[in-house]
């Protein structure tokens, strides 16, 4: 993928009611930074991988609705990155929700990945860095920007929910979708009187929603237990490759004992083990998408990302995408 860095760009926030942007409307050499400039202003400073085989492409509308602003999103593969670099040139604090329509996006944070399908949402936080991997040729969505002060009246332990999906089979995934629709729709014949009535009903079931997760009853964390779990995070991404990863190795290397980090994670959505063997999994499955990994094999891809066992790696990949690790490699080469 092409990497280019985006600073604040041509499209104001101050867009007025209804607005829609895309990359067909400029000359195809300048769509990738028309595109990048796009996003960096509709939302926060980004950082963007476009496809590596084809013309990036991409359209937003946008309107604002009360006291939340609402995005319609559609473009071909990509990865958007929040990083501490983007973070230091400012832009405002905010909270992202992302409902998928179509296609699948795998968002990370806070040492959390969620793998979001159609019809599901998910929280980030743009105070800290995150990430989105777009997978496949076409991606759909609706990206609506909440102010945080607000929504904290509602959801006061944001930073234990975000990278969490919450499903389309869940009420209020379903009841948002469901409603996001309508108002799209129609949002033309929307009063302005009752602009703000609809945005605050949006935002309540938002906040459903995520006090429905696991996360969203965890207890408070001390300074301290935030500062271990940030290096228990960081040790895992940094040594995930490593075939001997496991909870006693963290321990020993970490200096913690296998108790206490148990009980670090009993108040997080998934244990320690289950959420390194999540990581390696989805890191498995961005390199069997990538056309530059395509030499390696599937064994080889999985015993490179520390599963030793390829019968038992294709069984895991299957029951976490419902697909097999092949099946899930053809069908990404022939979407680029």
Known sequence: METFAI????????????????????????????WLDMICAMYVHLDCEGPIEQELFGDISFNRLGSLDLTHLRSNAQRIRRTDATIRQGGEDCLLIQIQREGTCLVRQDGR???VSPGDFVLYDSSRPYELNFDGQHHDVFVMRLARAQFKVHVSNIE?????????????GHLLLSMVETLRRDIAKLQPSSALGVSEAITSIIAAGLRGLPGANARR????QTYHLARVRAYVQDHLRDADLSVQAIAVALQISPDHLSRMFKHQPIPLSRWIWKMRLDACRRELADPRQRA?????????????NAAHFSRSFRDEYQMSPREWREESYRGR
């Open 221 to 224: 964390l001390s300074s301290l």
């Open 160 to 172: 234990e929910l975000t990278a969490t999906t919450v499903s389309s089979q869940d009420a209020a």
């Open 296 to 308: 390696y094999s599937v064994s080889d891809i999985a015993f490179s990302w520390g599963f030793n």
């Open 7 to 34: 600073s604040p760009g041509v499209v104001s926030r101050s867009l007025g009611t209804a607005r829609s942007l895309s990359t067909t409307t400029v000359p195809q050499a300048q769509r990738t930074a028309y």
């Open 113 to 115: 990945q969620a793998a």
